[in-house]
C-alpha cells in the first residue's frame, strides 16, 4: 500500500505562484508512475500532468507551459510547480500513483487532496 498526502494547497492571486506537494509513505515511489489530478466545484476530475518512473512527463493542455511536475525519489515526494496560476485553476488538487497512471485517473493510489484557490 501507498499513502500519499498532499500540501501547500492555499491561496494564490492570479498570476502568482504556488508549489504544492505529495509526500508518500508505504513504499518507495521510484518505480511508481506519480501524477497530478484537479476537480473544481461542480466538475469531473480532470488530469493536469503526470511522470513516469524514469522522468517522461505529460501536460493537459490547459497547463502546459505554466506547471511542471517533477519527482525526488530520495524522499519519496513529487512536486507541482504552478506558475502564471489563472482563476479558472481553482480546485482541489489530488496525487495519484501506480504502474501507470493515465490521463482518465487510471491508477492505483489517490490522495486526499489539497485545495488551490486563485482570486482574481
Known amino acids: 500500500q501507498v499513502q500519499l498526502v498532499e500540501s501547500g494547497g492555499g491561496l494564490v492571486q492570479a498570476g502568482g505562484s504556488l508549489r504544492l506537494s505529495c509526500a508518500a509513505s508505504?513504499?518507495?515511489?521510484?518505480?511508481?508512475?506519480m501524477g497530478w489530478f484537479r476537480q473544481a466545484p461542480g466538475k469531473e476530475r480532470d488530469f493536469v500532468a503526470n511522470?513516469?518512473?524514469?522522468?517522461?512527463?505529460d501536460y493537459a493542455d490547459s497547463v502546459k507551459g505554466r506547471f511542471t511536475i517533477s519527482r525526488d525519489n530520495a524522499k519519496n515526494t513529487i512536486y507541482l510547480q504552478m506558475n502564471m496560476v489563472k482563476p479558472e485553476d481553482t480546485a482541489v488538487y489530488y496525487c495519484?500513483?501506480?504502474?501507470?497512471?493515465?490521463?482518465?485517473?487510471?491508477?492505483?493510489?489517490w490522495g486526499q487532496g489539497t485545495q488551490v484557490t486563485v482570486s482574481s
Open positions: 508505504g513504499r518507495t515511489i521510484s518505480r511508481y508512475a
Open positions: 495519484a500513483a501506480g504502474k501507470a497512471v493515465g490521463r482518465s485517473g487510471e491508477c492505483d493510489y
Open positions: 511522470i513516469s518512473w524514469f522522468g517522461t512527463t
